[in-house]
């Protein structure tokens, strides 16, 4: 390897590095609201001329917006940035700790909403003497979407994965065998007969993608995965489920 090289190398790897921590840091002070570009500066103690080009970067790629000394994020866009340092080679824990497990939750429902589904978030309900919690119910006829939108703080090994998947599988057959029923109000219930497919949603991409047929879909990847599950549906874990006896929910 010659010096020009090296030194090229070495010059992208701590671009990225900075870039990685300006992301972490935004992630951090934002919440979900606009931060002043002065105290973004002041978390990181860099030059501002270099922080600005960062975030004008970032925001040419659809990751924030810049108004008048002010950096603006919507829950979108924070995950688009976890997924952005994640990739950079940030620690998982450092990059999920700031995010809030509803902003997973949001962005599912909206991206759900956005494929005609009609969304319902925190459905309780108790079945077979146990009491469950889905997080997010997507229907379209004939489907029932039941997704997973917690996230890990301390990211996700397979064996833990895998349990997480089987748990939301035995969520949504609780689910289908609860209904009908009077009590539901969820948009499926007018339905005589649905096929309920489980799903666990992770921050990134993860080399486990099913489990005994389950999907785990990045959170970013739903769109996508919503716009092929018609088509491939018979291939996952699903319930099939017809109620000639219905009854709508009133």
């Not at 992208?12 to 951090?28: F, G, P, T, Y």
């Not at 973004?40 to 970032?58: A, D, H, M, R, Y």
């Not at 990211?155 to 035995?170: D, N, W």
């Not at 990134?204 to 599950?229: A, C, E, W, Y």
Request: aromatic share 10%.
């Amino acid at each position: 390897m010659d010096l020009l090289t090296f030194s090229f190398q070495n010059s992208r790897l701590k671009s990225c590095q900075i870039e990685k921590e300006l992301i972490i840091a935004l992630l951090r002070v934002s919440k979900g609201r606009p931060v002043l570009f002065e105290l973004v500066k002041n978390e990181l103690k860099l030059p501002s001329s270099l922080i600005e080009k960062l975030l004008e970067k970032l925001q040419q790629d659809g990751c924030l917006y810049l108004c008048n000394g002010l950096v603006e994020t919507n829950t979108l866009q924070r995950l688009r940035l976890a997924t952005r340092a994640l990739q950079l080679g940030a620690d998982y824990e450092r990059v999920s700790s700031p995010l809030e497990w509803r902003e997973f939750e949001r962005v599912t429902a909206v991206t759900f909403e956005e494929q005609e589904y009609r969304v319902e978030t925190n459905f309780h309900f108790t079945q077979g003497g146990h009491k469950w919690e889905i997080d997010v119910v997507g229907c379209r006829r004939p489907l029932v979407v039941c997704a997973d939108c917690k996230h890990w703080r301390r990211g996700l090994h397979p064996s833990r994965l895998k349990k997480a998947v089987e748990e939301q599988a035995r969520r949504t057959l609780a689910f289908s065998e609860f209904l009908p029923n009077r009590r539901a109000r969820v948009y499926c219930a007018s339905w005589n007969k649905a096929i309920f497919v489980p799903m666990v949603l992770s921050l990134m991409p993860v080399s486990l993608k099913f489990h005994n047929g389950t999907p785990i879909v990045p959170i970013l990847q739903v769109r996508d995965f919503l716009t092929q599950l018609p088509m491939c549906v018979d291939s996952l874990e699903h319930f099939d489920k017809t109620w000639s006896h219905f009854k709508a929910v009133s």
